[in-house]
């Protein structure tokens, strides 16, 4: 009796033991190394464009979208005693994402919905109001912004400020005296489309695109004359290669991405027409290659399992010729994206001195959480490293580009699927990047969240959400919802970051004497040393920061810093547009992740300049 | 005739073999087994008169050899049996789950109370959805990939598979090899809930060419329409009530919570087999659906009388 | 012993008798087309859709279909709309006020869906709206859903449908 019962313990021990082995050996284990490759050690980098005229032309700075100026009154040894030069409120309680122009003694800014515009007279004290444009959107626009009714910024070009309304109007004023030059419709309101996003003015075409991803729009890059307001092309970044403009001079570095009328059959039958593919990020320009660079937004609906196929051209990344919108190469982020990560992330363009002679590269931060180089001139990715906490995908392979996605984390209908990392604003949302020549760093602003999520039936009907996932975000790892990170791209490291309690939504600015400028969504706008982090400075805002801040000389000859406070934007909208925080799914899922927002930040809408005393 | 005795796939006649089998062998243990009790019977009243009358009873031990020995024998006899119909029920699974290469993938997903079907083709362009009408080519495998909308439906079509469950948010396959061209009734053996019993999918089994004709026709975008009344009928169909549920490939509208109606024509049903399609029972069904299934998450379009006219023009031009 | 249990047992099943009137079968198309945005016709007392669980759980399933959920989220917590579950209402929170809402549209981008809805589903959507900030009788709100949890809303705002006009709005 008592041998065999023995005898059972041990079989029972056995088994045990072999069942817990059996179970060590489910799947390669989660902490593989990316398969990023570094292939530029010992470059050196120097921006794509740009020589120090202590204004600030272009949302961006300049066409290789660095945010970097060379302004360096303000340093780290004087920083600290930066204080408000003047403030401007707007009296709109939305989310402020824009950054304020420079040109010559003017300072232009574009308020989120109802869309004003507003110039200062840099020469008289204090900004005084030069002349304010009233763009008058329709009210039912607000309806199908997805997220908040956001504007990121006018352009300027040629005596003309440029800039687009939510309601799908582009409106030039004449940057004297602000009047009307013209004024071209380019969308429908009844079909989901906004726009939002900054355009860009490149040899006399002004490009500007359109928001609307999470409606079934479907996305465009449109090029319109700069004098005329005539529609010049207009790029789809979905449907056959005639409205995608693909031709003759379409050149692809991977396999995968040629091939006749991709942007059709890799969709089921028609579904290409409401597939999203929006164009609302920030576009590049690089003068030498001619080449225009700009990312599309993720397809739509998010419910993967209603739109099979690789579903070109969203989330990725075209090269086009501004004259014609030919496109010369596309490379794709994340296809058949299963997340929401839209591939709009600015590019910042910069050439590598290396020992195997000069690159021209793209640094790009994707919603998916890696950090890509890529070759400009074809479209090659050099390396694709993490940048933030992953668990959707493995590794980017670097002979076919595709990104391995982790099976067991695609979402279906009908079933939850937990940590998924990053959630749907990525690692990096649309904030963008800084990038300094002098430090030859990345100062990423980005996001760590995670989620939750069920797919369900997402239901199409005209100007209404098409989405049809359920989603719960919380914190990454950590704890933190935010990190601000300097990054080598050469090197695929960081270098040092700051845990940041929120997201952190606002763009990044870098100077030439080695600062770094953000802000955050509970109102604290921050400098730091561009060479290690180290907090220098900071002043406390009336309303949390998510936009973008600059700098400039004005005409006494003093470097002044300006940013917007106001929070909003899709992390924000809680705050302002009063959000329920006892729905988790509120806002897409992000509310989830944002319920004290409310308690740590109040609605607000300030202009603020900063100058040394 | 319908039924599961009536095989027209592989599977479905490994089903009714195995249902032979069991019928016979169950019939012959039956017959045995009765016949034994009335041998037993007879024998018993026999002895029991012998023991009454000769008082000499038969020596117990050998009667107890004997029983002894039946009672082995029977033990023997049923482990073989069971053993057999064992040996027979997988034999028989192997052809009802076996999954000749290369299958025709078809997507059944189950809603309340309609089938909607989905063919993938070589591109994604290629998939063609329809609901309501499951059309499979004879002599080639087809592996069902079953998924439900909203509550656990069962497919059952008797004369080509067993049942299988569709449970939301889980995948489960069924396999058919359709051997013989016809049309068989599938239905739903799964109670779901107010319309479960007018929850009928039509198979049609075809030949290959047959099928990738309709196949061929289903990929095509829906026909623009050709007359004023279906061109006026499309209009109210896209931007009125229908719009706010279902699809006709090319137009605008692409909703998808009730079936696609990109060929509509085409089929022999309505409502998921709850009348022949023909204009007048299209009619009536767009005008009061609540009257022929009651409880149908189709509600009545509100449409005026000449608008129910056009649209069931425009639907009728949908082939 | 037996006394009690048989006590219970006849409390227990009295207790099943005071469930709501259901109807499965929608009204005929003569009913669906009453005027819009009017409160119901004589002879269908707004109670049909309030006090009736099953109406509420109707419009629960149409708020997703018709993709009310899409902007004011599917806790009604509201996102590109403007939250449902918090007991403060732009247009007014009375039963007609709702239901003009969903015809009618309103200024800042809630279109209209009165071409497009049949009256009857318009008021069960009504009525699931009510139940988010829990304005209905506890026994008809809809119970736990099957999608990704949610919750209750945290206070039970008053039992009392709210009047006609607006409330104030919070300073």
């Not at chain 1, 940057?175 to 013209?182: D, Y």
């Not at chain 1, 640094?363 to 694709?384: I, T």
């Not at chain 1, 006892?582 to 944002?594: I, S």
């Not at chain 3, 859903?145 to 006609?164: F, N, Q």
């Amino acid at each position: 009796m008592q041998a065999s019962s023995r005898a059972a313990e041990t079989l029972f021990i056995a088994a045990t033991l072999g069942l817990l082995v059996f179970g060590c050996h489910r799947g390669p284990a989660d902490a593989e190394p990316p398969t990023g490759r570094v292939v530029l050690i010992g470059g050196r980098l120097a921006p794509a464009s740009g020589v120090e005229d202590g204004e600030w032309r272009k949302v961006a700075k300049d066409d290789a979208n660095t945010r970097f100026s060379g302004l360096a009154t303000i340093t780290p040894g004087n920083v600290a005693t930066l204080r408000v030069a003047w403030t401007f409120k707007t009296g709109i309680a939305r989310g402020h994402e824009a950054a304020p122009l420079v040109v010559g003694s003017t300072m232009y800014v574009v308020t989120p919905f109802p869309n004003r515009v507003h110039a200062f007279d840099l020469k008289a004290p204090n900004g005084t109001p030069k002349w304010t444009y009233e763009a008058h959107p329709e009210a039912r626009a607000q309806g199908v912004a997805c997220c908040d009714v956001v504007n990121r910024g006018a352009a300027y070009d040629d005596g003309r400020v440029f800039f687009n309304t939510l309601d799908d109007h582009t409106i030039a004023l004449d940057a004297a005296t602000g009047r009307e030059l013209w004024n071209t419709k380019l969308g429908e309101v009844a079909r989901g489309e906004t726009m939002t996003m900054a355009p860009l003015v490149v040899k006399g075409r002004v490009l500007v695109g359109n928001s609307g991803g999470e409606l079934g729009v479907r996305g465009w890059l449109t090029a319109l004359d700069a004098r005329t307001g005539e529609i010049a092309w207009r790029a789809y970044s979905t449907g056959p290669d005639a409205d995608v403009l693909i031709g003759a001079a379409f050149k692809p570095y991977y396999a995968g991405d040629r091939g006749v009328d991709l942007g059709v059959h890799s969709w089921p039958p028609e579904r290409w027409k409401i597939g999203g593919g929006t164009v609302w990020g920030f576009v590049s320009y690089d003068p030498e290659l001619d080449l225009l660079y700009y990312g599309t937004a993720n397809p739509g609906p998010w419910n993967n399992e209603q739109r099979v196929g690789d579903n070109k051209w969203t989330s990725g990344i075209f090269a086009r010729r501004p004259a014609d919108g030919s496109a010369v190469w596309f490379y794709q982020w994340s296809p058949h994206d299963l997340y929401d990560y839209d591939g709009v992330n600015e590019s910042v363009l910069a050439d590598a001195d290396t020992p195997n002679g000069p690159r021209k590269l793209l640094f790009h931060a994707d919603r998916n959480g890696y950090l890509y180089v890529l070759d400009r001139a074809n479209g090659q990715v050099l390396s694709a490293t993490q940048f933030g906490h992953v668990t959707t995908s493995r590794g980017v392979d670097l002979t076919t580009g595709r990104l391995n996605y982790v099976a067991e984390k695609q979402p279906h209908v009908g079933q939850t699927v937990h940590d998924i990392c990053p959630g749907s604003p990525g690692a990096k949302d649309w904030q963008p990047m800084a990038f300094s020549p002098k430090t030859a760093l990345l100062y990423i602003p980005h996001n760590n969240l995670c989620q939750d999520e069920e797919g369900m039936q997402a239901n199409y009907i005209a100007g209404t959400p098409f989405v049809g996932e359920a989603i719960k975000m919380r914190p990454g790892p950590g704890g933190n919802r935010g990190v601000f990170s300097a990054w080598d791209p050469l090197g695929a490291r960081e270098v040092w970051h700051i845990d940041e309690d929120l997201p952190v939504w606002s763009g990044a600015l870098v100077t030439g004497s080695n600062l770094v400028f953000y802000g955050t969504m509970d109102g604290t706008f921050k400098a730091v040393d561009a060479k290690t982090g180290a907090l220098l400075w900071h002043a406390e805002l009336d309303s949390g920061v998510v936009g973008q801040p600059i700098t400039y000389r004005g005409p006494d000859g003093k470097q002044y810093v300006a940013v917007f406070s106001g929070v909003g934007g899709w992390a924000g909208a809680v705050v302002p547009a009063k959000l329920d925080v006892t729905d988790p799914t509120a806002a897409l899922g992000f509310v989830n992740a944002m319920r004290d927002l409310p308690q740590r930040t109040r609605a607000g809408g300030t202009l603020y300049v900063f100058t040394l005393p | 005739m319908t039924g599961a005795l009536d095989p027209a796939s592989t599977q479905a006649l490994a089903i009714s073999i195995l249902w032979w089998v069991f019928f016979w062998t169950g019939l012959f243990v039956f017959a045995a087994v009765l016949v034994a009790l009335v041998v037993a019977c007879v024998r018993g009243r026999r002895r029991a008169r012998r023991e009454g009358s000769a008082a000499e009873a038969v020596p117990e031990r050998s009667l107890e050899q004997r029983r002894e020995r039946a009672v082995l024998a029977a033990t023997v006899l049923s482990v073989v049996i069971l053993i057999g119909l064992l040996v027979a029920s997988i034999v028989g699974g192997r052809y009802i789950y076996g999954n000749p290469s290369p299958p025709l993938p078809v997507k059944v997903i189950a809603h309340q109370w309609w089938w909607e079907i989905q063919y993938p083709g070589p591109r994604s362009s290629d998939l063609v959805v329809t609901a309501n009408e499951l059309h499979l080519p004879a002599g080639r495998t087809a592996e069902l990939e079953l998924q439900a909308a909203d509550v656990i439906h069962s497919l059952w079509i008797p004369n080509l598979q067993g049942k299988r469950d569709l449970i939301p948010g889980h995948t489960t396959r069924l396999s058919i090899l359709p051997e013989r061209v016809g049309r068989y009734d599938g239905h739903c053996a799964e109670f779901c809930g107010l319309e479960h019993a007018r929850m009928e999918l039509p198979v049609f089994v075809e030949s290959p060419e047959r099928f990738s004709a309709w196949l061929t026709a289903q990929r095509r975008p829906a026909p623009a329409p050709s007359t004023p009344e279906a061109e006026r009928g499309a209009r109210i169909f896209t931007k009125g009530p229908c719009a706010m549920c279902h699809t006709v490939t090319g137009t605008d509208a692409a909703a998808s919570v009730g079936p696609d109606l990109t060929h509509v024509a085409s089929r022999a049903w309505l409502a998921a087999g709850a009348l022949p399609n023909s204009p007048r029972n299209l009619r009536a069904w767009l005008s009061d659906p609540q009257r022929l299934k009651p409880g149908s998450q189709m509600p009545p379009t509100g449409l005026s009388e000449s608008e129910l006219d056009d649209v069931v023009h425009y639907l009728g031009s949908l082939r | 012993m037996r006394a009690p249990s048989l006590l219970l047992l006849a409390l227990l099943s009295a207790a099943g008798c005071r469930r709501e009137r259901r109807s499965f079968s929608e009204p005929s198309p003569l009913q669906a087309r009453v005027e819009r945005a009017e409160p119901l016709p004589s002879g269908e007392p707004l109670s049909h859709f309030l006090d009736n669980a099953w109406a509420v759980s109707e419009g629960a399933r149409l708020f997703g279909w018709y993709n009310c959920a899409g902007c004011h989220s599917l806790g009604g917590g509201g996102g590109m709309g403007p939250p449902l579950r918090d007991g403060a209402w732009r247009y007014g929170g009375a039963p007609a006020d709702v239901h003009r809402s969903i015809v009618e549209g309103r200024p800042n981008g809630m279109p209209a869906f009165g071409p497009r809805i049949p009256d009857y589903q318009t008021w069960q959507l009504v009525a699931y709206v009510l139940s988010l900030s829990g304005r209905l009788r506890l026994d008809v709100e809809p119970g736990r859903p099957e999608a990704i949890a949610i919750g209750k809303p945290p206070v039970m705002v008053s039992k009392k449908l709210p009047s006609a006009e607006p409330l104030p709005e919070a300073p």
